[in-house]
């Protein structure tokens, strides 16, 4: 079992990405899904991804980017149902904000649809507060939550 950060230069690229793709196909609705732009998302300057594996399998990642010298944002993190509630997720995402920190940002923002309630749950646990309600976020009928976290860097 491990976490690895997704490297270009990485032979497993391709594989790891098509995984990816298929999990987010299985866990997001079709607009949510960043499937068919997955590859894409990833060659942007700025971004990245931690997965990790158990067996051989990819059982979660977070994808995250840093637009600008100030501010993150976490654009996706999913764990694979049968891998839920050990407590992957947490650590997935505690490795993402320690890769921004690194980064000096002091901010990590994201979104997140309000019946998500184990994502939410777990935003806040790791500190992040509710922003707003941003209305028809990712269709005319589905909300979401922009939420962030704040760090002094000292
Ligand atoms: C959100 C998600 C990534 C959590 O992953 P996970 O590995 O199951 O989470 P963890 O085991 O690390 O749990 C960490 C914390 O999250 C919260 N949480 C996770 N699952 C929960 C659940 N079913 N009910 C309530 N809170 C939950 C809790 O605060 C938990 O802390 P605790 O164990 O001290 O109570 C996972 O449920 C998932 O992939 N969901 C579908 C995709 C999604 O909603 N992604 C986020 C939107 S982009």
């Known amino acids: 079992m491990g976490l690895s950060e997704?490297?270009?230069?990485?032979?497993?690229?391709?594989?790891?990405?098509?995984e990816i793709v298929r999990l987010?196909?299985?866990?997001?609705?079709k607009h949510?899904?960043?499937?068919?732009?997955?590859?894409?998302e990833l060659k942007k300057k700025n971004s990245g991804l931690l997965y990790m594996e158990i067996d051989g399998e990819i059982a979660g990642y977070v994808m995250y980017s840093c637009p600008s010298s100030l501010c993150a944002v976490v654009?996706?993190?999913?764990?694979?149902?049968?891998?839920?509630?050990?407590?992957?997720g947490e650590a997935l995402m505690k490795a993402a904000i320690q890769k921004?920190?690194?980064?000096?940002?002091?901010r990590i923002s994201l979104h997140v649809e309000p019946l998500r309630s184990s994502a939410v749950n777990l935003y806040k646990k790791l500190g992040f507060?509710?922003?707003?309600?941003?209305?028809?976020?990712?269709?005319?009928?589905?909300d979401a939550y922009?939420?962030?976290i704040d760090f002094g860097n000292e």
């Open 6 to 18: 997704l490297q270009r230069t990485s032979g497993r690229w391709g594989e790891v990405v098509d």
């Open 24 to 29: 987010e196909k299985k866990i997001f609705p």
């Open 32 to 40: 949510e899904s960043l499937a068919r732009s997955f590859d894409d």
């Open 75 to 88: 654009a996706k993190l999913a764990v694979k149902e049968k891998y839920r509630r050990q407590g992957h």
């Open 100 to 106: 921004c920190r690194s980064k000096r940002i002091n």
């Open 129 to 142: 507060q509710i922003d707003t309600l941003v209305t028809a976020y990712y269709s005319s009928d589905r």
């Open 146 to 148: 922009r939420m962030f």
